[in-house]
């Protein structure tokens, strides 16, 4: 799925909505600042997440997030100051 360069900031849908099947999400260049909608998301076939360029500083929501498959998780150009979630990675 990619939703690349939009205005996006509210991706709650992703709590509610099964995307289980789905193996790419590429959400960068919009403006998405709380991603805990991940931490209540069902992705087990997740193997790319692209969440480059928004406004997002919290990513403690990845910790309790489903991501069996995950490969990449680019999370670069964000105001992300604290990188403990990845201390058992």
Known sequence: ?????????DINV???VNFEKLETL???DNNISDINAF???N???????YLFSNNISDINALENATFEKLE???LSSN????????KNV
């Open 26 to 28: 590429y959400l960068g």
């Open 1 to 9: 799925m990619i939703l690349h360069q939009n205005k996006i900031s």
């Open 72 to 74: 990449i998780l680019n």
């Open 14 to 16: 992703f709590k509610w």
């Open 79 to 86: 105001k992300i100051t604290d990188i403990n979630v990845f």
């Open 39 to 41: 931490s209540k998301a």
């Open 43 to 49: 992705f087990k076939e997740l193997k790319n997440l």
